[in-house]
């Protein structure tokens, strides 16, 4: 399963979902990297 159709099951809008984690990932925390998966994302 691809990273946009996960999203899209999670009822996330890819484009919002992969910017939003594009952006974040250079400054999260490697142990709180999990908190950027589809299930557990939370825009913020």
């Known amino acids: 399963m691809s990273l946009i159709q996960s999203a ?4 996330h809008d890819p484009y919002v979902y992969l910017k939003d984690v594009l952006t974040r990932l250079p400054t999260q925390r490697a142990s709180e990297i999990n908190e ?4 557990k994302w939370t825009a913020v």
């Open 8 to 11: 899209r099951m999670n009822g």
């Open 36 to 39: 950027l998966l589809p299930q």
